[in-house]
């Protein structure tokens, strides 16, 4: 935790607009003390003449009241705007799944009780010196130019992603009440089960687990690794990487024991992994790739927990990175306003979240923000046994006014989004996968 000293100020600067080198410089102005990235925004803390200095660069900057420290803040991570913060707290930047709040001591207490329980509902987090929790496409130095083979690969997988597919199958997923307690949970089970089956390499399991006492099941497929065509034999399977590509098909509502239909969350994204299970069987690939449906996630990722605690150690060290998505279908402007998305992970995988980015530029229209503090979806099942692993989540997911509720239905989505996401994926897997 870090805070202002007594002749400093602490500021928000709008970067929104900055680009790599403009930010550069920004963070290493004279009198600029510390700063956190949090996507558009870049708290300072300055002296009175290193905030002259950021001024003069012409980027609007909001000029927190002097009795603001930084022990005042908290980075929080998936508050939906349904639920309330503390009484006494302020949003200060609000940059989606992430924001930035100032509160009074009892609503700082609140927050941190919260932090302490490890709250499924909300993430909390210090404010810290030189940390990027939210970064801007826009703000990411370019990768260098990609070849034209790997330009050719990223644009033919992106080209065999079907809209129509995973819109049929999310349609059906919604028909069901997919809570771990409903029959309809069972129903989508062996539905996945058997359309993943019909996929022509794809070996299936069910892996069963406990919530809370009551029986719940994982699907898995495995697609194994094909050398490509102009090399010769496959190797063992310890000789090939791993990928794995996931998403919870469980849902919930208000109303679980009659209508929980989980449109957005999850089927947008379990329809998901059934439509890159598709792509990828028609691509060339020299790694093993696992698609795995998992259930149990609402009540505090059981199903992608029990996947990694069965996983062997073996398979653990073949891991190569591991792609989970979330709610990827709800832009708030539909076809109109800005697709976006945004990739989570933690810091020391920068690089692996880069490979999506970069796909994005490459064969979509997204716009793309990258977190670092990951919170609340199965991806940090996998984080947490220290392994690659993104979230790819619609940027607009937390003012969908329909979360968790039994009116989350396919005619609230924006299908284009979902389409723009997968292509996405699929560029990044294609590379991935040789």
Do not use: C
């Amino acid at each position: 935790m870090v805070s202002a000293t007594p002749a400093e100020q602490l500021a928000i600067v709008n970067i929104a607009a900055a680009g790599p080198s403009k930010l550069g410089n920004l963070k290493n102005l004279a009198g600029v003390s510390w700063w956190t990235e949090i996507g558009g925004s870049l708290l300072v803390s300055v002296t009175p003449a290193g905030l002259m200095k950021v001024k003069k660069t012409g980027f609007a900057t909001n000029i927190l009241a002097s009795e603001i420290a930084a022990d005042d803040l908290r980075v929080i991570v998936a508050a939906h705007d349904s639920k309330p913060l503390p009484a006494g707290s302020v949003t200060l930047a609000d940059e989606g799944r992430i924001r930035l709040i100032e509160g009074d001591s009892g609503a700082i207490a609140v927050l941190d009780q919260m932090a302490a329980e490890k709250s499924p509902a909300l993430g909390v987090f210090p404010v810290e010196a030189g940390r990027v929790v939210l970064q801007l496409q826009s703000n990411q130095t370019p990768t260098s130019k990609m070849s034209s083979r790997h330009a050719a690969m990223l644009t033919d997988a992106a080209g065999k992603v079907s809209r129509e597919r995973w819109w049929g199958d999310v349609q059906k997923l919604a028909g069901w009440n997919r809570h771990i307690s409903a029959a309809g949970n069972i129903q989508a089970r062996d539905w996945i089960k058997s359309t993943l089956g019909a996929i022509p390499g794809m070996e299936v399991t069910v892996q069963e687990f406990k919530v809370q006492g009551r029986a719940a099941w994982n699907v898995v497929g495995i697609l194994t690794g094909e050398r490509l065509a102009q090399e010769s034999g496959v190797p063992a399977a310890g000789d090939r990487g791993l990928l794995v590509v996931g998403g919870h098909f469980d849902s919930t509502s208000e109303r679980t024991s009659s209508a929980a239909p989980g449109a957005e969350d999850n089927a947008s994204g379990a329809a998901g992994v059934l439509e890159l299970a598709r792509v990828m069987a028609e691509t060339p690939h020299s790694q093993d790739i696992i698609f795995v449906a998992f259930s149990g996630e609402e009540q505090g990722l059981y199903g992608s927990a029990a996947f990694v605690d069965e996983l062997p150690d073996s398979e653990k060290e073949r891991i190569r990175g591991v792609l989970t998505m979330d709610m990827i279908a709800y832009a708030k402007g539909g076809n109109t306003g800005p697709l976006a998305v945004l990739i989570e992970t933690e810091s020391e995988h920068a690089a692996f979240a880069k490979k999506f980015t970069d796909s994005a530029a490459a064969v979509t229209k997204l716009k793309v923000s990258t977190s670092y503090n990951p919170f609340g979806s199965d991806h940090v099942s996998f984080l947490d046994a220290g392994l690659p692993a993104i979230l790819a989540i619609d940027a607009d997911w937390n003012r969908y006014g329909d979360y968790h509720r039994s009116t989350d239905t396919p005619d609230k989505l924006t299908p284009e989004l979902a389409h723009e996401i997968l292509k996405m994926n699929a560029g990044a897997l294609a590379l991935m996968a040789h």
